[in-house]
């Protein structure tokens, strides 16, 4: 049963346009949600986070939007950068005893297009 | 800072043998985990440890063992190698001074099992 779900395997973006990842889960418990990116042959990175007593977060080019009446989030990329392309995996976890157990979502590549 | 190390990148076994994953951190963080991800999965699971002579199991646990007597190191250990367990496989560590860290990911093992 998996508790994390990243629908689309793979997206293309052109350069400068906006990348829109999703992620939805099904477990109500979780209240901490992580975006991790991961290039090849390398461990995933973090980057960016959002806790469920807010509905957005941001951090530069990335934000992150949460909402939990539909239990769905989102990643945003403005503008896409070719670095930017990875594959990224929606992480999810329950409780301040549990925050450490990660949950992930099975991954999106992403490819940005000059 | 060398971050999280893990060795060897790559491992070939046959059914049956045993062997150790190693995964070492200097950042003095209190917990580690182990994740094995594989195609269309995202990132699973398999022991976690809170603290030296604490650990726990996660979501994928049979077929691995794992002891924390040190803060840096926290090895995964394969009994009896079998195919099912081909994978990457990725330590993570991360502070428990704060219930919401982010967690610090290895470069990876890909073990495949014959």
């Known amino acids: 049963d998996q508790q994390v779900k990243q629908n689309s395997p793979s997206l293309s973006v052109q350069e400068g346009r906006i990348s829109i990842l999703n992620c939805d889960y099904t477990n109500s418990m979780f209240d901490y949600f992580l975006w991790y990116k991961k290039y090849p042959a390398e461990g995933p990175t973090f980057l960016i986070s959002?806790?469920?007593?807010?509905d957005k977060n941001e951090d530069g080019r990335f934000t992150v939007f949460l909402n939990k009446s539909a239990k769905h989030l989102s990643l945003h990329i403005v503008p896409s950068q070719p670095g930017d392309s990875a594959v990224y995996f929606c992480?999810?976890?329950?409780?301040?005893?549990?925050?450490?157990?990660?949950?992930f979502g099975q991954g999106t590549r992403l490819t940005i297009n000059p | 800072n060398a971050g999280v190390t893990q060795t060897p990148k790559f491992q070939v076994l046959k059914t049956g043998q045993s062997m150790t994953l190693q995964c070492a951190q200097d950042?003095?963080?209190?917990?580690m985990s182990w994740y094995r991800q594989d195609p269309g999965m995202g990132l699973r699971l398999i022991h976690y440890s809170v603290g030296a002579g604490i650990t726990d199991q996660g979501e994928v646990p049979n077929g691995y063992n794992v002891s924390r007597s040190t803060t840096e190191d926290f090895p995964l250990r394969l009994l009896s190698a079998a195919p099912s367990q081909t994978s990457v496989y990725f330590c993570?560590?991360?502070?428990?001074?704060?219930?919401?860290?982010?967690?610090?990911f290895g470069p990876g093992t890909r073990l495949t099992v014959l």
């Open positions: 993570a560590s991360s502070a428990l001074a704060s219930s919401y860290n982010e967690q610090f």
């Open positions: 992480a999810a976890s329950a409780g301040s005893q549990g925050a450490q157990k990660l949950v």
């Open positions: 959002i806790s469920s007593i807010k």
């Open positions: 950042m003095n963080h209190e917990y």
